[in-house]
């Protein structure tokens, strides 16, 4: 995809990190060339880890956690962040339309010509329906300002489903980034793990050392297009 004017950019992630994750180094290329870029997170991530916890103790993560977001997108260079606070895996349990109804808001608002989102064969139930909403909310119509779809890869979520399918044909060289993204996925400190879990710096570090390796870069990102209209 190469980019030879100025575009807007929505990344559409299910939960907190997951933006980084999947595209955080692109992110921070495009718009180092550019761009500008927004990201929509659809779900507060928080609540279904404990239910034991107290009210008042799930808030102040929740509101440490939306802390974390702004930091970690600030870092690579997104506008404007939109948050909401959809049940963290329980999007099975809300209309599709009410999500759907979020990312049309978002995107009247700011006219993204490109949207990068979850792959629709991730292990995460939320990462599934944010993909449908996506893709739903985005209906090739005459006026849809949308042209290019991308879904990214999430880890341990996309590497987790069986049977694998995740099969990519868009690489991002993120040699330039690949610092950019380790330092924002840093600001989530409470979502990051300790090596060999995948969704450790490490192991950011050796995904994207791995998808480099297979197309001929230091460091890469890899997406699947969904739409891509010439």
């Given amino acids: 995809m190469l980019l030879k004017t100025n575009k807007t950019i929505l990344v559409i992630a299910a939960h907190p990190d997951d933006e980084i994750l999947g595209c955080g180094g692109t992110v921070k290329r495009l718009v180092d060339e550019g761009h500008k870029a927004y990201t929509l997170i659809l779900g507060e991530g928080v609540t279904s880890r404990d239910d034991s916890r107290d009210r008042s103790k799930r808030e102040q993560e929740l509101s440490n956690l939306k802390g974390q977001v702004k930091g970690a997108n600030e870092l690579i260079g997104v506008k404007d962040t939109f948050l909401y606070d959809f049940p963290d895996n329980r999007f099975d349990n809300i209309p599709l339309l009410d999500v759907v109804k979020v990312i049309e808001e978002v995107k009247s608002e700011i006219k993204p010509d490109i949207i990068f989102t979850h792959y629709k064969d991730d292990l995460n139930i939320d990462h599934q329906i944010t993909y449908k909403a996506v893709l739903t909310a985005t209906r090739p119509l ?43 996925m840093s600001a989530y400190k409470s979502e990051l793990r300790e090596y060999p879990h995948p969704r450790s710096l490490k192991g950011i570090n050796l995904s994207a050392k791995n998808w480099g390796i297979k197309v001929g870069f230091e460091y890469v990102e890899a997406f699947k297009s969904v739409r891509v209209l010439r």
């Fill in 142 to 184: 005459p006026d849809e300002s949308v042209k290019e779809i991308y879904s990214f890869e999430v880890l341990s979520s996309t590497e987790w489903n069986y049977p694998l399918s995740f099969s990519p044909d868009v690489f991002f060289d993120i040699s330039s980034s690949i610092e950019s993204k380790i330092k924002a």
